[in-house]
């Protein structure tokens, strides 16, 4: 009979504080992005509502041109307008540069933001790698371990989006809030010893499917976020359209943000690419109980909710596809899709007991 491995608790403490400190550096970052809003804010930057005021709402817009200007005796090139057409078609707005932009000072926070989220993400991929070490075996055999790593998981998937030279700055800020919600979460609530698995638990399939539910999970959080600020970015643009007045401070951080258009197909791209990864996940895991159980399904409250979940992300895509669903309402089905993924998550693991129920929190 094979001995199970007894925890290395060196290792166990190693990744502790290496989550520890990636939270600390995480911190940094919030306070950077922060400092980017602030700065950014004191650059004037109204091409929303130069292009959706009431006298140039009915104005063809003339086409993008590159336009050379003289500051002393450097020459300064203005960017082409980056324009997208509304959902609906009744708008034709320009793309904000997608965080703090317009000044100096505001765009240096944000890159020092962005190379402390940088960090912290290393450090806690090193707290997970750990933490698989000192078990020997995959680092997601609780919901304290699943945190750690799908919180790694939105993080690297945001840094790839900008390594691809994505417009995506201005998701920053709200993914270290969040991220370091999760972790906190995590670390006090949640947190479980490094220990062995349960019997149930010892397949390949714990690496083949929770970590696709892993994946899916932090890019279903990417594509929610865009539907949030799609949401508020939606509301600013309507105002102006209505001859309305936002306040500074709203102007101030809606015109950081893309479009409401380019927010919109943002998250229709994003959960659209990761929903096969879904349907293969639940397929996955069918498998797993069969080997598990005996049978492949058996409206146990994780099954039924993964499947809640895939029914609610199917409509979502099938209503743009066919119904023609965008804008306001379709970002509405894509927030309650990833509400049902929060619900199984943390709904149906903490409060609802089933087969799944092993993994303890």
């Not at 500051?71 to 793309?95: E, H, I």
């Not at 997608?98 to 090193?126: E, H, M, N, P, W």
């Not at 943000?257 to 994003?270: G, H, V």
């Not at 397929?283 to 909710?305: L, Q, T």
């Amino acid at each position: 009979m094979q001995l199970a491995v007894a925890a290395n608790e060196s290792l166990a403490q190693l990744s502790n504080n290496l989550i520890y400190a990636s939270m600390a550096v995480y911190t940094l970052a919030f306070f950077a992005h922060i400092a980017e809003w602030v700065f950014g804010s004191r650059s004037k930057v109204a091409r929303t509502a130069a292009a959706l005021t009431p006298a140039k709402a009915g104005a063809k817009a003339a086409a993008p041109a590159v336009q050379v200007r003289s500051k002393g005796s450097t020459a300064v090139l203005d960017k082409p307008q980056v324009v997208t057409r509304g959902a609906a078609g009744s708008r034709d707005v320009p793309d904000g540069p997608g965080a703090a932009g317009g000044t100096v000072q505001g765009d240096l926070y944000g890159r020092i933001a962005v190379s402390l989220t940088t960090l912290g993400f290393l450090l806690a991929v090193g707290g997970v790698v750990a933490r698989a070490m000192s078990v020997e075996r995959a680092p997601w055999g609780n919901m304290y371990e699943f945190s750690i790593t799908f919180s790694t998981v939105a993080v690297g998937t945001y840094l790839l989006l900008l390594a691809l030279k994505k417009n995506v700055r201005w998701l920053g800020l709200f993914l270290v809030t969040t991220v370091l919600l999760d972790l906190g979460i995590a670390t006090t609530v949640l947190y479980t010893e490094s220990d062995q698995l349960v019997p149930a638990l010892k397949s390949y399939w714990l690496v083949i499917h929770v970590s696709t539910a892993i994946i899916c999970g932090a890019v279903f959080y990417i594509g929610a976020a865009g539907a949030v600020m799609y949401l508020f970015r939606d509301s600013y643009e309507a105002k102006l359209v209505r001859g309305g007045k936002p306040g500074k401070f709203a102007t101030s951080v809606m015109e950081r943000f893309p479009s409401a258009a380019s927010l919109d197909k943002f998250s229709y791209r994003i959960n659209a690419a990761v929903f096969p990864l879904w349907t293969f996940t639940i397929i996955a895991g069918a498998i797993w109980a069969g080997d598990a159980w005996g049978r492949y399904w058996g409206w146990d409250p994780k099954e039924v909710w993964s499947f809640v979940t895939w029914v609610a992300y199917a409509a979502y895509l099938h209503a743009r596809a066919t119904a023609g669903w965008k804008g306001r309402k379709a970002a509405y089905l894509a927030l309650f899709a990833f509400a049902c993924w929060i619900w199984n998550y943390y709904g149906v693991n903490i409060l609802l007991s089933g087969k799944h129920s092993y993994a303890g929190v």
